[in-house]
């Protein structure tokens, strides 16, 4: 995960720099102090999809360029053979896999969420982003919070809603929880 986490941190400060954003901007636009922005630049703080979907949204970058480093390239279709998405752990309980990232211009941004269980006590970060939320559980049992409703999806179970309320989730029964999150 770190060296993952570095890499986007340095895609992160390649981009403020060719673009001239003062780091006070971009913290903003991520509802952030300056402090903790810098440390995701430096790959020393742990990164929230949803912040690097506000900065490629407002400054016109492809979400895929700030998690892989790469352009989408596909244009009619991208096909993504089981278990071969690209990857990026966010976080130590969180790992994303990308089931359209060499799509170009996509609509939605799909991808295989696992998230591994934490002690009962463990705080829960809410983020949120804009657009609109998909989740399907395919395995184990997903505890998400949305403002101040919380909610236990079993495996098969899904639910839309809007993403810019703040959410959080959680793998129950100390067993790692697998879904599929198709983000708006």
Not at 80 to 93: S, Y
Not at 126 to 140: L, R
Request: aromatic share 8%.
């Amino acid at each position: 995960m770190d060296e993952a986490i570095k890499q986007i941190g340095e895609r992160l400060k390649g981009l403020r720099d060719a673009l001239d954003i003062p780091v006070e901007e971009i913290a903003e636009l991520c509802g952030i102090s300056t402090d903790s922005y810098i440390k995701m630049e430096e790959g020393n703080s742990e990164l929230s999809v949803s912040t690097l979907q506000k900065i490629s949204k407002h400054y016109g970058i492809d979400l895929d360029v700030l998690l892989f480093g790469e352009e989408p390239h596909m244009s009619t279709y991208y096909l993504t053979r089981k278990g071969q998405g690209m990857r990026v752990e966010r976080r130590k309980a969180y790992e994303y896999q990308s089931l359209a990232s060499g799509f170009r211009g996509r609509k939605a941004d799909p991808f295989i969420v696992t998230v591994e269980p934490k002690p009962a006590d463990a705080p829960v970060e809410k983020n949120s982003h804009q657009g609109q939320e998909f989740n399907i559980v395919a395995e184990g049992t997903l505890e998400l919070t949305i403002g101040n409703k919380v909610l236990v999806l079993n495996e098969g179970d899904s639910i839309y809603f809007d993403a810019t309320q703040p959410h959080a989730m959680r793998a129950l029964n100390d067993k790692p929880v697998k879904f599929l999150a198709i983000i708006f």
